[in-house]
């Protein structure tokens, strides 16, 4: 039962992480919380909803093979990547150098942009998605372990293990690192702010993607407003974890998982998530600036 | 200074035309449906306003004003319904009950900022939310049919202009204690609160003190708001207090001018009141509504009605952060 419980709650919790990561990192960068975080995560759910539906696969009861699950993977990180960035240049550069206040109701105004026009172009019904591997699954130990939540639990890793990389090893990852460490010095030493400030939001975005496309899978539905929910959670899970610090957004999101799980098994399933935030609230009165605060990287 | 005063003197005349306007409506206004709209957005006035206290007036995030929306909703209908108690009196426990609610989420306030408190007041929203959804007396998810209206001496509040204009008198007066306040000992207190928490502690401004009742007072007027509507709906579900009602009165607040008296309410008559008002564009007017909030942030970012001065001093803040940063003094952004 614990066994079983925690190895849900690391599939659901490395989806938080994924979705984590752009709040986290948009934040170590411009201070502000991108609120429409969530329906580009929904966005993505959408690409691979039509993707399948473009290469010719029933989305009730279908099940996709694996090259056609990264097939639909690719391209909706591509498309949320730009998405991402064009709702920066679009709702957040003009107001780079106000108050933040001001960009979070900027934020808010694109989620509630995002979100019903999602609803006008798609509908507001909940849609089917496709499953992967049909439900097949292995035990370890007594738990039911799915091949789809080791899928998810796969590609996550593999994300942010190529997240990792290049944040630390390649010239735009440094180039993130410097500004999102001091902004003034970064840009005295010749950094194009634009620029990384362009490529934050979209790395931030395709994961948001990437997560969105695998819940819809894991679930088997997409729904205009299920960017709330999971939005709500992943600002949760990267605040947890000390905001602005990737690697904290990572530990963030997966812990956040593993108490809902058990807090839901144990406690009570209808206060799992009152139980997230209880827990939330007094970690953050503990240590008020997170797990791993900014700055340890 | 002088600005403060000409505002002031401006608002003399502009207040008592914005009354006679508001009590003349229903005389010219025939159909129930716009006093229907009208009696929201008296609502949203009153939790928009009560929300200033708290962030406008004291510099405090707070994404959970739903909750105490909720509070008094579900306090005040279980009082009238399984006590038999009247509105009035019911309306008075749930007032206190948001205060007290409001103190006990004020608490850490105390040790958390920025957007550490945003998440704290978030989570407060939802659990009071999950709890209305769980509990056995608030009936779950089926929510409280029924509740009674207002009663006065044989006269019952169960016209919609009745409600009008009790609805409407309770905004006036939430806006007239925010005006009294923001210009007393206390609302000074609040303020210097927001503009430099170390200058006004070290001229021994109790920041404890200041930030719990800002909390608790904002909550007790959003329950009065929440009393108002489980009365005036009749019915209340845990779907009606949502994270996006938080969101959407902190928007009415920001757009109509953060810290101002009149911002608010004039929010509240935009983004409550356009939404109904567009009604036939049905599809279209929240998308648009998002637009106008994006495009509103980059040409007018104080709000509406809002003094430049407000984000002066949000921007002048976070100068001198930086500028600590940069000297290499321990700031960190939430300490």
Known sequence: MFFQQLVNGLAVGSIYALIAIGYTMVYGIL???????????MLGTYCAFFIFGF????????????????????????????????????????IRNGSRLSAMISALGASLFLCNTAMYLFGSQTKPMPKLFAGEYFTIGGAIVSYIQTAVLIVSLVLMAALHFFIRHTKLGKAIRAVSDDQRAAVLMGIDMDRVISATFAIGSALAGAAGIMVGIYYGAVYPTMGAVAGIKAFTAAILGGIGNIPGAMVGGVLLGIIESLGGAYISFGYRDAIAFFVLIIVLCLMPTGILRKGRT | ????????????????????????????????????????????????????????????????????????????????????????????????????????????????????????????????????????????????PGIPMPEIGGFSFDSERSMYYLCWASALATMYVAAKMRHSRFGRALMSVRDDELAAASLGVNMTYYKVHAFGLG?????????????????????????????????????????????????????????????????????????????LMIYRPGGILGSYDTVGAVKKVRRRKIDREVQGTNVTQNK
Not at chain 1, 31 to 41: E, K, L, R
Not at chain 2, 59 to 64: E, H, I, K, T
Not at chain 2, 101 to 112: D, E, F, N, Q, S
Request: proline share 4%; charged share 10%; net charge neutral.
């Open chain 2, 1 to 144: 200074m002088t600005r403060a005063h000409g505002f002031a003197s401006a608002a003399r005349f502009r207040a008592p035309v914005f009354v006679l306007l508001l009590a003349a409506a229903p005389f010219f206004i025939g159909n129930d449906y716009m006093l229907h709209v009208l009696v929201l957005i008296a609502l949203y006035s009153i939790l928009a306003e009560s929300l200033n206290v708290i962030v406008g007036f004291t510099g405090q995030f707070s994404l959970g004003h739903a909750g105490f929306w909720a509070i008094g909703a579900y306090v005040s209908a279980l009082l009238m319904i399984r006590l038999g108690m009247s509105f009035w009196s019911a309306a008075v426990v749930s007032m206190a009950a948001g205060y007290v609610m409001g103190v006990l989420l004020g608490l850490p306030a105390m040790r958390l900022k920025g957007d550490y408190l945003c998440i704290v007041t978030l989570g407060f929203g939802e659990i009071v939310r999950i709890f209305a959804t769980n509990l056995e007396v608030t009936r779950g998810p089926m929510g409280i």
């Open chain 1, 55 to 94: 290469i010719g696969i029933e989305t009730t009861g279908g099940v996709i093979s694996v090259p056609q699950f990264f097939a639909a993977l690719l391209p909706s990180m591509l498309i949320c990547g730009a998405i991402g960035m064009g709702l920066e240049k679009f709702a957040y550069r003009p």
């Open chain 1, 31 to 41: 201070f502000f919380v991108n609120f429409a975080h969530g329906d580009i995560y």
């Open chain 2, 219 to 295: 909550g007790m007027f959003a329950a009065l708001a929440g009393a108002l509507y489980a009365s005036w709906t009749t019915f209340i579900s845990p779907d009606v207090f949502q994270f996006s009602d938080s969101a959407n009165i902190f928007c009415m607040m920001i757009l109509g001018g953060l810290g101002t008296i009149a911002g608010p309410v004039l929010g509240a008559f935009l983004l409550a009141g356009l939404p109904e008002v567009l009604r036939q564009f049905a599809e279209f007017r929240l998308i648009a509504l998002g637009l106008l909030m994006i495009i």
